[in-house]
């Protein structure tokens, strides 16, 4: 069965720092993953994917998602955190039958 | 610019009764999700749809909740009867040919 870990409950950075939250995968076959976001009181948006091609991917709002095979890993990055990218983030894997599963959230939280 | 749509958007119903749940995908997507989210859960796939057929239902507790697609532009979450412990926030998402989901306002239900 595909898991995805988010280690880490709640990120603090500065604002103007980079960010990196981070993600670890398990599933079977090729990875599809993926990156969400949730603002209080709001549904998840997508933020990025990896499918297949290069390991670093770019997406939306100056974000982006390094894939590494060997460690299982697919972290989120920015290279200049904003007090607005203060949320949820939600890491998830999709298996062959387009069933997701998303990891428990990492809350970032962005200080002037 | 097309989005899921879901109502109610709050519901607050006391123990015993039924609550209906409704969600309008993406015109042309053919996968529907079902998610509960609370702070003690997380968030937790309940049921999927492709082609209004459903795939999984596993994460559905099958003797009070029940859930269908009587059309393609329509797919319906009921829970009869409501307990307290199902209080939560119920997403629905949509998805095509692209794996990415997009995910609806929500639905706030609180059972007293």
């Known amino acids: 069965a595909q898991s995805v870990a988010q280690p880490e409950d709640q990120v603090n950075v500065a604002e103007g720092n980079p960010l990196t939250v981070k993600c670890t995968y398990s599933?079977?076959?090729?990875?599809?993953l993926f990156w969400y976001v949730q603002y209080p009181n709001r549904g998840l948006q997508f933020l990025l994917k990896y499918i297949t091609g290069d390991n670093l991917v770019k997406g939306s709002y100056g974000f982006e998602a390094e894939f590494n095979k060997s460690q299982t890993s697919f972290h989120l990055k920015k290279p200049s955190a904003l007090v607005s990218d203060s949320a949820l983030y939600f890491c998830?894997?999709?298996?062959?039958?387009?069933?997701?599963?998303f990891g428990t959230g990492t809350k970032l939280q962005v200080i002037p | 610019d097309a989005r899921v749509t879901q109502t109610p958007r709050h519901k607050v119903t006391e123990m015993g009764q039924e609550v209906t749940m409704r969600c309008q995908p993406i015109?042309?997507?053919?996968?529907v999700f079902w998610y509960r989210q609370t702070m003690m859960q997380g968030l937790e796939l309940l049921a999927y749809?492709?082609?209004?057929?459903?795939?999984?239902d596993s994460g559905m507790p099958k003797d009070r909740f029940s859930a269908e697609m009587p059309d393609a532009t329509l797919a319906t979450l009921k829970i009869q009867p409501s307990e307290p412990r199902d209080s939560a926030v119920y997403f629905c998402?949509?998805?095509?040919?692209?794996?990415?989901?997009?995910f609806g306002p929500g639905t706030r239900l609180l059972v007293l």
């Open positions: 015109l042309g997507h053919n996968t």
């Open positions: 998402a949509s998805s095509g040919g692209q794996e990415t989901q997009y």
């Open positions: 599933v079977s076959g090729n990875p599809y």
């Open positions: 998830a894997v999709r298996d062959n039958d387009q069933k997701v599963t």
């Open positions: 749809f492709r082609n209004r057929a459903p795939l999984d």
